[in-house]
């Protein structure tokens, strides 16, 4: 599976928007982008997929590059509950469908 | 979403003593699942694949013989942690994908807290 490249941490604070970046240049055509997230001490939690096309869900919002090399992961309003560690990840579907493999994701600490 | 359940959610055991850790779909079938342990501070790492049926696919430097996966029915799979000692103290975290959706979701448990004393 291809890999992604994640900022550490970010801070954000309540209530305002948050852009998580993601960047995967060596993806491939059949590489879906997935974001999950992690609370402390629980277990990742699904937030959203696509493949080309930006889109939208009760979580967030995903907007692809158009040489989807990169993608961002948009909180249109974090709350403190949003505060967790953003896994970036590539999985690649079809008849041999890849893991999720995790890399070290980013932080996110939201101040009130 | 799909749930995903663990048992125990915590557990603290003797050194070379065998633990069991059991993970459920709840609400779906689940082919495929997966065994994950996460080291405090750090990402989630993949132990081994657990295929209904099968034997499962350990990952590189994963001891099979220690860590016994059994995928017996659709909706459960089992990690037993054998002759545990206390650097296998993690957070293991089982994951589970549904059949239904043709494997395209996957879907994480609350994870299990072992400590070996």
């Known amino acids: 599976d291809a890999k992604t490249t994640q900022p550490n941490s970010m801070e954000s604070n309540e209530e305002e928007p948050v852009h998580l970046p993601c960047n995967h240049s060596t993806i491939s055509g059949t590489d879906y982008i997935h974001w999950y997230r992690q609370l402390p001490s629980q277990g990742p939690e699904y937030v959203i997929h696509g493949l080309t096309s930006n889109v939208n869900n009760r979580m967030a919002s995903l907007a692809i590059a158009e040489d989807r090399k990169s993608s961002t992961l948009i909180l249109h309003r974090a709350t403190l509950r949003d505060a967790a560690v953003y896994y970036c990840i590539l999985r690649r579907y079809g008849g041999s469908q890849g893991n999720l493999i995790f890399g070290k994701g980013t932080k996110l600490s939201v101040k009130p | 979403g799909a749930v995903v359940s663990q048992h125990p959610s915590r557990v603290i055991c003797k050194s070379g003593t065998s633990v069991k850790i059991e993970c459920r779909s709840l609400?779906?079938?689940?082919?495929?699942m997966f065994w994950y342990r996460q080291f405090p501070k750090q990402s989630l790492m993949l132990m081994a694949t657990?295929?209904?049926?099968?034997?499962?696919?350990?990952e590189q430097g994963v001891e099979k013989d220690k860590f016994l996966i059994n995928h017996a029915s659709l909706t459960l799979s089992t990690l037993t942690v054998t002759s545990a000692h206390p650097e296998d103290s993690s957070f293991y975290i089982c994951s589970a994908r549904d059949s239904g959706t043709g494997g395209n979701e996957q879907f994480f448990g609350p994870g299990t807290r072992l400590t070996v004393l």
């Open positions: 657990s295929n209904e049926g099968s034997k499962a696919t350990y």
């Open positions: 609400d779906f079938q689940a082919t495929t």
